[in-house]
């Protein structure tokens, strides 16, 4: 194992947690310094840190809410002005809220060692990183690495069922679940309590018609999500939860009572939207309060099947106060009440759900009160909520604010067709798919530009070039993105030079210079009719499989990204500025052959995880798009063969048209010209070769590619 990155936390197993973001910045410091043992170690450390925290404010936020004068000042905005009139209101409320703070504050120092809670505190992003179980996507390549195959598996497995459309991970599922060393039960999940599997045989045994061994374990289920929803409800008055809230307008202007009081709102509204929170289970996640919904309708049919029927009234009755219109629970109410005779105005809804409905209710009625007045806002995530509940004045705004639809604005225009129709007749070209087809606003597939005859040749310039790199101690270059590959680049000058000192065939190397001309013109006739495009960079790309070296890759052959701004994943935003090429306006990809294993286009969404089109490469076939964020792509590992592919961008900018398609052309021209002039003087055998431009090709030629450090994570 390399050497590790010099500075790592210090991990003492059983002193107070460290912070989580310090633990996670060494634990990602190791990782890419290949230190996969203390990676391992820290990533682990900064999720069980994080765990505490959690933990700790559940704890906390139960005993103070216990404590007389520390719960949370529930009630408080309900009625304030009219009854007591503020004089009398503000100093309750910040008594209050002072009290509260003062014991959460010693409680997380008791359970976190000083500093408490405030010590572990994280910024946003990484909240999301957590969110998303980043962490173990982290862990399973430096699992991976270890040879810890079980746990890679659960790792990967972890992060795949919170992001199950992110395609690396997809790959390595499959990878994972081909490993015959990895046992079937390693694929579990490591975040999610075990409350799912719970679900999982309570409803198996149901089918058996086992109600009774289903009904402990539905038990525990239903006391799972009520739990999961406590501790996102417990997470929301962390001292970090709101930050950005006040840039927002709300509650920042004022006085001491709008801040207070916009503190308290937005705590009970981070708490009502927990009832949203995902609750993921492998191939499946939605909210946890519909989990929570089914697991009481299972359980009243259980309780109902053993001849409980009381516990089957207390179940059905906890649906209907949910949905009391709910036709399948009254339906089911009525027989319950037959079965068991005598009526019983004793039985009522579980008492669990009593209080978690009621407290839900308390706090939307403050929340509709502080909308009413203070001006604040609220999406209520129920629907179960009870009309009567929300004030009259809002619900007319409420349902003028449903109808009207957030994406109303007009699709792009199109563009003006007759140009670049005009110009694929020409070159007798086909468009095969157009934006619309392809999922987004500026992309298209091409087909037709090029014979078969000419990918042959260009194939053959490509193959010549790369044999006389191999001459001269060139060979064996790993591709950039990834070890699995091997990675030939050509471009047009140094093509125009190799055929010049007769390496490679002068007919592929004008090939080159004209093909990347046509793929403009049609560019820019099919993209910007109005404005021309420039040439910015023409390169001849292969990228082949290393023999057996396929069975445990991980990697795509190109990770996604955008050809002219830094793409954040984590936002969506794309920074075009540098490293990025961002004079680049349009890429286009002007494929060779199709005999390889792998290695098609695809293009996602800025989170660089969904996937919104693919495309399949072959000859003559010419994928055009526009550089920008609005077209992150990347290519699938290419698992055997070698695909070659002509990668040109377009710029607007003529200060940045390619100097070396100039060159090249000049380099073809002057030796036709001074093959004539041989021709017809036969006087000057050896012509001077224009040195000062090899040299600057050959530095061109060996700087190496940028290397994305974002993308390689
Ligand atoms: O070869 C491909 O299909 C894509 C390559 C690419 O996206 C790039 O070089 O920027
Ligand atoms: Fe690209």
Redesign the pocket.
């Known amino acids: 194992e390399p050497p590790e990155p010099p500075g790592l936390a210090q991990l003492s197993p059983g002193s107070p947690p460290q912070a989580p973001d310090l633990l996670y910045a060494d634990g990602l410091r190791a990782y890419s310094a290949g230190a996969w043992a203390p990676a391992v170690a820290l990533l682990r450390e900064a999720l069980r840190s994080r765990a505490a925290l959690g933990r700790a404010r559940q704890e906390c936020g139960a005993s103070c809410a216990a404590e007389p004068g520390a719960a949370l000042p529930s009630q408080l905005l309900g009625a304030p002005h009219p009854v007591s009139g503020p004089g009398v209101w503000e100093p309750l409320l910040l008594r209050a809220t002072l009290r509260r703070a003062e014991c959460l504050t010693q409680c997380a120092a008791r359970r976190l060692g000083p500093g408490g809670a405030a010590r572990l505190r994280v910024g946003s992003a990484l909240r999301d990183a957590f969110r998303r179980r980043e962490p173990y996507n982290y862990l399973q390549r430096a699992y991976y690495q270890l040879k810890k195959l079980d746990l890679a598996a659960s790792a990967a497995h972890t992060f795949f069922v919170a992001n199950p459309t992110h395609l690396q991970m997809r790959e390595d599922m499959a990878k994972y679940r081909r490993m015959s060393a990895i046992r079937p039960q390693s694929f579990r999940d490591l975040v999610t309590p075990l409350y799912w599997a719970a679900y999982d045989t309570g409803l198996e045994l149901l089918e058996q018609r086992e109600a009774a061994l289903a009904l402990p374990q539905l038990e525990e289920a239903l006391q799972g999500s009520l739990a999961h929803m406590e501790s996102c409800r417990a997470a929301c008055e962390g001292p970090e939860e709101h930050q950005g809230a006040e840039e927002e307008g709300e509650g920042s202007q004022g006085g001491l009572y709008e801040a207070i009081a916009g503190h308290w709102i937005r705590v009970l509204q981070c708490r009502q939207h927990c009832v949203a929170d995902t609750a993921t289970r492998p191939g499946r996640s939605f909210p946890v309060q519909d989990f929570l919904l089914s697991q009481l309708r299972r359980l009243h049919e259980a309780y109902a099947q053993v001849g409980n029927m009381s516990q089957a009234m207390e179940n059905v009755l906890s649906v209907l106060l949910f949905y009391p219109e709910d036709e399948a629970a009254k339906k089911a109410l009525n027989q319950y009440q037959t079965q068991l005779g005598e009526p019983r105005p004793d039985l009522g809804p579980r008492e669990d759900i009593q209080r978690f409905i009621l407290r839900s209710l308390g706090e939307k009625r403050q929340l509709y009160y502080a909308m009413e007045h203070l001006g604040t806002r609220f999406k209520d995530p129920d629907s179960w909520t009870p009309e009567a509940l929300i004030p009259k004045a809002l619900r007319e705004r409420l349902r003028e604010d449903q109808e009207k639809k957030p994406w109303d604005h007009q699709p792009p225009q199109q563009k003006p067709l007759a140009h670049w129709k005009d110009a694929l007749l020409m070159e007798g070209v086909t468009l095969t798919q157009d934006a619309q087809q392809l999922n987004g606003s500026e992309r298209a597939v091409l087909d037709g530009l090029l014979t078969s005859t000419e990918c042959g040749v260009l194939l053959q310039l490509a193959k010549d070039a790369a044999e006389a790199g191999a001459r001269s101690g060139y060979r064996g270059r790993r591709s950039p993105h990834s070890p699995h590959e091997r990675f030939e680049g050509l471009t047009v000058l140094k093509a125009a030079q190799l055929a010049r000192a007769g390496t490679v065939g002068k007919p592929g190397a004008k090939l080159l210079l004209e093909v990347s001309e046509r793929v403009r013109t049609l560019t820019q006739a099919y993209f910007s009719p109005e404005r021309p495009l420039h040439l910015s960079f023409t390169h001849l790309?292969c990228r082949s499989a290393i023999e057996g070296e396929q069975e445990q890759r991980m990697d795509l052959s190109?990770p996604v990204?955008a050809?002219n701004c830094v793409l954040d994943p984590d936002t969506g935003e794309c920074w075009r500025e540098p490293p990025a090429y961002t004079y680049r306006d349009y890429?286009g990809?002007l494929y060779l052959n199709d005999d390889f294993k792998g290695g098609d286009?695809f293009f996602t969404q800025p989170n660089a995880l969904t996937v919104t089109a693919q495309v399949r490469?072959r000859c003559g076939r010419l994928v055009a798009f526009s550089s920008g964020g609005e077209n992150p792509?990347g290519?699938w590992a290419v698992t055997r063969g070698r695909r070659c592919?002509l990668?040109l961008w377009h710029t607007w900018a003529p200060e940045h048209s390619e100097q070396e398609w100039t060159e090249a052309k000049e380099l073809l021209q002057e030796e036709e010209e001074e093959e004539e002039e041989e021709d017809i003087l036969s006087r000057d055998p050896s012509p001077e070769p224009p040195s000062h431009k090899l040299q600057r090709v050959q530095e061109k030629a060996g700087k190496p590619r940028r290397v994305r450090v974002r993308e390689e994570l």
């Open positions: 790309v190109h990204h050809d890429s990809l286009l490469p792509h290519v592919a990668a």
